[in-house]
């Protein structure tokens, strides 16, 4: 069974850094890692995906300042988000699903879904 628990949410201020962790268990093989997030009164978007080989992938949005990575020993996936800036204020969630890879990876229906966790970015 899978199960995905974010948590490193928090307020911060522009320019600041935040990393979010989210806790991985029941996925192995062949997987597609993501994080989404959902600003206020705005649709879900995709924030980065890596892949079980290691690829990564990012929004237009976040290139440069975001870098997703996994810890197969501690079956963690990381986002490291570093210059932030207000307008990526969301709720942020970690997903998961058996795919091949992450190919599109942003219009896959990804099956599994954390809880969330909240960031906040001030000016």
């Known amino acids: 069974q899978v199960h995905l628990m974010e948590s490193g949410g928090g307020s911060v201020q522009a320019g600041g850094s935040l990393r979010l962790s989210c806790a991985v268990s029941?996925?192995?093989?062949?997987?597609?890692l993501a994080w989404f997030r959902q600003p206020p009164g705005k649709e879900r978007e995709g924030v980065a995906a890596i892949g079980s080989a290691g690829p990564t992938s990012y929004s237009d949005s976040v290139k440069g300042r975001f870098t997703i990575a996994k810890d197969n020993a501690d079956n963690t996936l990381y986002l490291q988000m570093d210059s932030l800036k207000p307008e990526d204020t969301a709720m942020y969630y970690c997903a998961a699903d058996h795919f091949r890879s992450c190919d599109e990876w942003e219009d896959l229906g990804f099956g599994y879904w954390g809880q969330g966790t909240q960031v906040t970015v001030s000016s």
């Open positions: 029941g996925v192995s093989g062949s997987y597609c």
